[in-house]
Every structure is written in structure tokens, then in C-alpha cells.
């Protein structure tokens, strides 16, 4: 029998078995002790910048534990003097340059800067602060962008770009002068961000933070005018409790209702009843096109970053999302809609705790206002919520938990699991084997869609198909799903698409957790709460059968179309940038826009903007006509895309553009 | 909304050179330093509207287009003039007196440290850690011409024989 000698390396004087480890650091870790680190994220690659896990191995000196493989009979200190001394003063020459004012800082208490600043003994003063003051970026309704808090870790410069595929930030410059920064330093908002906050969920400092719309909460809270709703998501739940330092089984939801009332909130609902809506509204839309093999695979459109990234990086795919709005919306559209939801005669204030940057960024579009007035009011995270309770002084563990209001208070399992990667799609299936088959898999639980990360698939027989669905959550896993359907490498008829590794237990607005652990432990719980009730699937609701009763009558009916469903654009990912091809002196010109976004670029804008350049000089147009290119005119499924005056050629060759020029300028 | 200041043709034929760079390199997102190299030949700096044309063509996010342009100080995010001095301020040459040199520059051409180009864009003046021609110290550029043991005197004489040089040949 072959012996399996286990590989050990020693460590402050102690023998430690490496197993698999990927690096020494996490050996370290692994034996008890938490080496200080900024830029060390396991989900992400290694940068070694911080220089805090320092270590001094026998024989080649002082290391970054994070870059060195453990091997077999490696010696390692951990805390020499020396050791002790270069980290303490690799963190002070950080916190030199760090325009910090703890005082006022919303990351104060989970920043891991003045954590560690803290543990390791750091003195200020030292050295001198040697960058410029630089102004913090308050454009987006979701992130806010502080650089002067920032030590330059590239945590998320590396989250944004490997585990979203989006590269919206980047390091600019170089020496003392670099920056982490969208593209050519423009404001995040006119940037390529998708709001999905994963940044500010890795920032070790308040560098990037989640937008904080408290005071707003605390102003609609108290108008004596308007009925205040509030309503709560399903991730909200599992996470509230380690925010407000609650024993972790406490029923944060109904300490968080009896706290909201306390602060003047006259409707404390759930968000999970609307997506039990969502599941009917979305579930018949896939069954119709799933009979008609209509658009598909069919991808979900709850996560609002998922749909901002659709939007601004992946237009071709749009037609396949499902046309219905998330949950909070969907509930928002109700209460503003339906004439007697409520019960008080004031005009209402909605208010939703997400777990969740980009739900602010979502409650804002146009496509969720009537007349200016947004369906929701404001959003704030699962870390506001905790803020706002502890900003009133409120001892929420001595309050009595109070139940959500009804009807909207009312969900079943399914809508739980919203909170959770493969959670939607679980849903979706129970609803569409209760439709389309004989019901067996109404309370099936669809593990396969929920254990590990990445890509998860399942299959369920039904009405004589095989109908399957897949999973994926990271907005860089979801690219790849796509190419591998572009490619066939994979046929799916479903899928489900969360930005946040996870899901939403994941999301940004979530309370930090540095190490990543509580994110495992928030689904648990959305798995234990979904199994602990008695209705599990989506259409055992009353209240949402109730509102279908009343109002909708039925799925995809005219009303539920208006209420609840929606429509997507292409978005352009740049602000305002285009260049200038033919100039004259004449102002007044005849504009011809061509664009040259990706899409466009795809289809042949290049060579079109080319040819147009040389007719219209040819022609000796210079004079009356100017040639531009953009990068999106918002089309990209009609490419290539040519805006001449007010007029929009689609598909546009030289002869066409030249025969509107030549009617436009006829006109004029 | 940013313009390049050039007739008609100009721009276009830029756009074509673009267009071409990109093609020769195979649109291929490793060559992003070459393609900025040659890009910045063909406007004498980076203008943000090319550097997301390069972006997307290249189907890189531009932030880290952006990110490389400003890494390199060879890269230039303004116009530069159409002669630029590249003055060496490398441990030899500065040793032999660069500075005084790059204060007479400087002064005549009422630049600084943060306005290195004149406002008529005849003259940008920058230094540079090390031009390899230490022997020649101290050295300057112009443009990719090198001159060598400079003196405050020479380099005023040389700034003025350049301008002479423009007026004879813009009318």
C-alpha cells in the first residue's frame, strides 16, 4: 500500500500540512493566522501590491506570501521585527496620501484600512502627504467615487474587469500621479459601468461606496403628507442581522418592519411577493415562446445590472430578454397603479432596501417614471437600512417582530429564493412543471441550478420536451454562456442572469464582508426559508391570484403588460465624444452622424464613414455638409447606423446616405 | 465635443491612416502599444475620440487604452507643437548643467513645467530621463534630431533659427 507522506512547510516554528493551497498566503491563513492584506481577493488574480503579507522564507529572504507557491520543507516567519516594522510602514506611507476623515466616512467600522491601521500600530505624521487634492465623483446614482480614499489596491480595477468583464475602471498615469478612473477621467456615470457596485463591494477603503440616500429616507419619512411604503427584497433578510450585529437566526424582516414603523413608514411590504408575480408574468412569457421556439434561450431580466450590461455591451442579445420588470418594480408599479392598493387616501412615497447597488440606478430610468415621478422614490441598500435604524437610535434586538403588511406582505418559497444565484430559475421551473406538466416538480428543489459557481445547468422533462436551463452569475461567466450559444457549443431554452457572483446574497449593498464568507451563509438561509413554507411555488399565492382577479386579470393580459412589463434600448457606454471628419467654414451645415460603436463597427462602419469621407469631397460638399462619427446612436440591431439631419438610415450604404444627403439638402 | 483642427482632407486621410494601422496589426489587443505609437504619429498626440476608436476596434474597455496613453510618457494626451525639445535630464547631462539650459528655454519661450507647449503650438519643451548619448552631454532633441554639448546660448540660438525656419515656410 503506497504511504501518502502529507507535505508540510514550517511556519513560525510550527509544522503545517499544505494542502492545495494556491499560494503561501493562504497556507498562513490556513494555519490560524490572518496576515493583513488589501489587494489579495481569492476570487481575483494575484497583484502583490499592498506588500502587508510580507513573510521571510530561509533561504530567499523577505517575500510577498501571496506570490510564492507553498512547497514542501519551505521555513516561513511570519513576525520578525523586521517584518513587523516594513508593514507597519508600508501602511503608513498609505495612509499618508489617504484623504481620509474617518469621522465622516460612510466605511467607517468595515473599512479595512483603518482595520488594519489599527492592528498593525500605524502612527500618522511620519511621512508627508505628496499627491493633489483630488474631487470626489458623485455622478452615478449608485457608486460614488472618492480617489482621495483610494491606496491604489486595483482591487477593483481587477474585479470589474475578471469577474465582470466590464473594464470600466482602470489605473491612469503613473508614479505619485496614478489614479484608478473610468475612461479619459469622465465621471463614472458617462462611463461603461453597469452599476453593479462590485467594486465598492472590494474596496477595502471608502474609495468607492455605495451611494447613500439616507437623509433622503429620513426626509420622506417624515413628510406628515405623503403614506410611506416601504418594501423589502429577498436578500435583504438573510443579511440585515450581521449589520445590525443580531444573532444570526434573528427574523431580521420582522424586526426591520417593527423598526420602520417606528421611524413613520405606513406599509412595510415584500418584495418577494412581486417576484411570485414575476414568476407568473415571466413564466408564461417563456412558455409562449418556448411553445413557438420564439427568441431563445430567454434570459431573465430581474438584475438590473444585467440589464444594463445587455444594454450598453451586448445589444444583439436584448430581444431575448424576458420583457418583465424586476420585482421591485413590478411592486412599485403596482402600488402606484392599482386604484385601492394601499388604503390611504395620500399620495405615496416608495421606498425599497435592496441588497443592491444598481436598483438605485433602475429606479431611476425613464421607463419607470410617469410624468417625472419615478415608481420608486428611493432605494437604499441593505447597509443603509442597518444605518438608518441605527441613526434613530432604535435597540432593534429589543423591539418585537412584526409581520409584513397584507396583501403585498404575502410569499411563498419560490419568491425567497430570488435572493439567490439559480434561485430565479428554480422558480421559474416549479411555475412552468405546475403549467406544463403534471405538477411533480412544483416544490422540486433543483440543487444542480444552485451548488457551486459559474455555469449551472438543469433539465426537467416536460408536456413531452426536454426543457433546459442554465444559471450563471458574474457578468464575465455570462459572456462566455454567450459565446459558447453563439458558438453551439451549448443549447439552453433559459437562462438566469445575476451580475453579483452568488446572486443578490452577493449584491453590493449587502453588508461588507471582507472575507467572504457570509455570502454562502445568505443563501443557506434563502434555502432554509424557502423549505420552511408551505407554498413553494409561485402561483400557490393568494394575493398575487387575488391581484390577477381584480386588476390583471391574467398573465400577459393588456393591464399586465402596461403594469408590469417593459422595453429595452441600446445604450451608448461613452459620454459625449466624437470625431470630426470634414470641416468648412460654414456653420449650419447638414450633419451626417455615422456611428462607429461596436456594433457598427462590427457590421462595417469603418469602411462606410471611409467612403462617405471621399463622396462628399468628391462631390464638393465639404461646404454644406459635415461628417461625424459617434459612438452610438442607440440601434446597434439595424447597423450600420447613419444619422443625416433629423433622419435615421439603418442599414446604411454610400448610395443611401448620399440620396438622404441630397434630399435633405434638396429640402433646405 | 472635441474637433481636430485640420481641412478637410487632412482628417480624413488621418482616419484612413487609423483605420490601416489597426488593419497591419491585425486588430490584435497585444499590439495596443505599437498602434498608439504609430496613431500618435499620425496626429502628434492622442486625441480621446481615436483612443476609443482604437478601443473599440480593438474590443478592449477604453479605460485601459486610456490607462497605457498615460502610462507612457511618451504618449501625449494634448497637441504638442511642431517642433518638440526633448531635453535629457538624465544624471550626466544634468551633471553638466541641463538646467540652466531648460530655464533659458523655458523663458524664452514662456513655458513651464505645466505649460509645456506654446500657445501658437510651434514649441513643446519636455525633459527626458535619458536620451543614451551621455557622451554628448548635455543633449536635447528636436523633433529626431540630436544635438549635442548644449549651452544655454546654443539652444536659444537653435530655438531661433527654427523659427525662422516656420516663417519661411508657412507664408
Redesign the interface.
Known amino acids: 500500500m503506497p504511504t501518502t507522506a502529507t507535505a508540510t512547510c514550517t511556519i513560525d516554528g510550527r509544522e503545517v500540512a499544505i494542502a492545495g493551497q494556491r499560494n503561501l498566503l493562504e497556507a498562513i491563513r490556513a494555519s490560524g493566522i490572518d496576515l493583513p492584506t488589501f489587494c489579495y481577493h481569492s476570487e481575483l488574480s494575484v497583484y502583490g501590491a499592498c506588500r502587508l503579507c510580507l513573510v521571510e522564507i530561509e533561504g530567499r529572504g523577505v517575500q510577498a506570501s501571496c506570490t510564492i507557491a507553498p512547497e514542501p520543507g519551505m521555513v516561513v516567519r511570519t513576525q520578525t521585527p523586521q517584518l513587523r516594522r516594513l508593514r507597519r510602514t508600508n501602511l503608513e506611507l498609505l495612509l499618508a496620501n489617504h484623504q481620509g476623515d474617518c469621522a465622516c466616512c460612510d466605511k467607517s467600522g468595515s473599512c479595512r484600512l483603518q482595520d488594519l491601521a489599527l492592528r498593525l500600530g500605524a502612527q500618522r505624521g511620519r511621512f508627508v502627504r505628496t499627491v493633489p487634492e483630488r474631487q470626489p465623483d458623485r455622478s452615478s446614482p449608485a457608486v460614488h467615487r472618492d480617489p482621495g480614499k483610494c491606496i491604489l489596491c486595483g482591487d477593483c480595477v481587477r474585479v470589474c474587469d475578471e469577474v465582470q468583464g466590464i473594464g470600466a475602471l482602470d489605473f491612469a498615469f503613473r508614479g505619485e500621479r496614478t489614479v484608478v478612473q473610468p475612461a479619459f477621467g469622465k465621471p463614472l456615470a458617462e462611463s461603461d459601468c453597469v452599476h453593479c457596485g462590485q467594486c465598492s463591494r472590494v474596496c477595502p477603503t471608502g474609495a468607492l461606496i455605495p451611494a447613500n440616500d439616507v437623509e433622503r429616507a429620513w426626509q420622506a419619512l417624515s413628510d406628515p403628507a405623503r403614506c410611506v411604503v416601504v418594501q423589502v427584497a429577498p436578500a435583504v433578510r438573510v443579511a440585515l442581522a450581521e449589520a445590525l450585529r443580531l444573532p444570526p437566526h434573528a427574523d431580521a424582516l420582522g424586526l426591520l418592519a417593527a423598526g420602520l414603523r417606528r421611524l413613520g413608514a405606513h406599509r412595510v411590504y415584500d418584495t418577494a411577493f412581486a417576484a411570485d408575480l414575476t414568476v407568473i408574468e415571466e413564466g408564461n412569457e417563456f412558455v409562449r415562446r418556448w411553445r413557438h421556439g420564439e427568441r431563445l434561450p430567454m434570459f431573465t431580466s430581474c438584475c438590473p445590472a444585467w440589464v444594463a450590461c445587455a444594454e450598453k455591451h451586448l445589444p444583439d442579445w436584448l430581444p431575448h430578454l424576458s420583457s418583465c420588470r424586476s420585482p421591485q418594480q413590478m411592486l412599485a408599479s403596482v402600488l402606484r397603479r392599482h386604484p385601492d392598493a394601499v388604503g390611504d387616501p395620500r399620495p405615496l412615497t416608495v421606498i425599497s432596501i435592496m441588497p443592491c447597488t444598481a436598483k438605485k440606478f433602475e429606479a431611476a430610468r425613464a421607463e419607470f417614471c410617469r410624468d417625472g415621478q419615478p415608481d420608486v422614490d428611493l432605494v437604499l441598500t441593505t447597509q443603509e437600512a442597518a444605518r438608518l435604524l441605527a441613526s434613530a437610535g432604535l435597540d432593534v434586538a429589543r423591539l418585537d417582530p412584526e409581520p409584513a403588511d397584507l396583501p403585498f406582505g404575502l410569499k411563498t418559497g419560490a419568491a425567497v429564493l430570488f435572493g439567490m444565484s439559480g434561485g430565479v430559475a428554480t422558480a421559474v421551473l416549479r411555475y412552468a412543471s405546475a403549467v406544463l406538466g403534471d405538477g411533480r416538480l412544483r416544490h422540486h428543489d433543483f440543487r444542480e441550478l444552485r451548488d457551486g459557481d459559474g455555469l449551472r445547468l438543469a433539465e426537467c422533462a416536460l408536456a413531452g420536451r426536454t426543457l433546459r436551463v442554465a444559471a450563471v452569475s458574474g457578468l464575465s461567466a455570462a459572456r462566455r454562456l454567450l459565446s459558447d450559444l453563439r458558438s453551439g457549443r451549448l443549447a439552453v431554452d433559459l437562462v438566469e442572469v445575476m451580475a453579483c457572483p452568488g446572486g443578490c446574497v452577493g449584491g453590493a449593498g449587502q453588508p461588507v464582508d471582507h472575507s467572504g464568507e457570509q455570502r454562502l451563509r445568505r443563501a443557506q438561509a434563502l434555502v432554509a426559508a424557502d423549505r420552511s413554507e408551505v407554498m413553494r411555488m409561485s402561483a400557490e399565492n393568494p394575493a398575487v391570484g387575488r391581484l390577477y382577479e381584480t386588476c390583471l386579470e391574467r398573465p400577459g393580459s393588456h393591464t399586465a403588460e402596461e403594469w408590469l412589463h417593459t422595453r429595452y434600448q441600446p445604450r451608448r457606454r461613452l459620454g459625449d465624444l466624437d470625431l470630426l471628419f470634414t470641416q468648412g467654414e460654414r456653420s449650419g451645415r447638414l450633419l451626417v452622424l455615422a456611428c462607429l460603436g461596436t456594433s457598427c463597427h462590427l457590421r462595417g462602419g469603418p469602411r462606410l464613414v471611409q467612403q462617405l469621407i471621399e463622396a462628399v469631397e468628391a462631390r464638393g460638399l465639404q461646404q454644406r455638409v459635415e461628417v461625424r462619427a459617434t459612438f452610438c446612436l442607440e440601434r446597434c440591431g439595424e447597423g450600420p447606423n447613419v444619422r443625416v439631419g433629423e433622419r435615421l438610415v439603418e442599414q446604411a450604404s454610400v448610395e443611401r446616405v448620399l440620396a438622404a444627403i441630397d434630399e435633405q439638402l434638396g429640402n433646405a | ?1 472635441s ?7 487632412t ?2 486621410r488621418r ?2 491612416r487609423v ?1 490601416e494601422i489597426l488593419a497591419r496589426h491585425r486588430h490584435d489587443p497585444a499590439a495596443l502599444v505599437p498602434i498608439l505609437q504609430e496613431v500618435q504619429e499620425v496626429y502628434r498626440y492622442l486625441p ?6 482604437i ?3 480593438l ?9 497605457v496613453a ?2 507612457y510618457a511618451h504618449f501625449a494626451l494634448a497637441p504638442k507643437g511642431r517642433f518638440v525639445i526633448k531635453l535629457c535630464d538624465g544624471t550626466a547631462c544634468h551633471v553638466k548643467e541641463s538646467q540652466p539650459i531648460l530655464d533659458a528655454l523655458r523663458q524664452r519661450l514662456g513655458l513651464s513645467e505645466r505649460k509645456t507647449t506654446t500657445d501658437d503650438q510651434l514649441f513643446t519643451v519636455e525633459t527626458v530621463s535619458c536620451l543614451g548619448a551621455c557622451g554628448l552631454a548635455p543633449v536635447m532633441l528636436v523633433n529626431d534630431d540630436v544635438h549635442g554639448q548644449m549651452t544655454p546660448q546654443s539652444a536659444l540660438q537653435l530655438v531661433e533659427s527654427l523659427i525662422a525656419k516656420h516663417a519661411k515656410e508657412t507664408p
Open positions: 465635443m474637433t481636430c483642427c485640420a481641412p478637410p482632407s482628417a480624413a482616419f484612413a483605420t480621446e475620440e481615436v483612443m476609443a476608436y478601443a473599440t476596434d474590443g478592449l474597455p477604453p479605460a485601459r487604452v486610456f490607462g498615460t502610462f
